[in-house]
């Protein structure tokens, strides 16, 4: 169909490039200071990540509590470990 359609002339056929590869991240970059709490809670998780292997965080707080900050700190803390590394970060909505 969509041949069809470009033999006709209804659809032009356009190339484009490929979306180029993100910049590496900026892992010394200094993030928005942490709540002493968040210090805490990002020091253990960090933690974990350093120990290596299989670990479980869940961190429990209100909407603009700072959870994704304490996250994003271990996947620096990943990446310091290994540049080749790769983390996935998942955010809701």
Known sequence: VVKGLVDCGALARREISEDPPFPAPQIEREGK?????????ADRVCADVRAGGFHVALLDGVTGSGKTEVYLEAAAEALRGD???QVLVLLPE
Do not use: N, R
């Not at 200071?33 to 809670?41: G, P, V, W, Y």
């Open 83 to 85: 540049p080749s590394a």
């Open 33 to 41: 200071a942490l709540s002493e709490i968040q210090k805490a809670a």
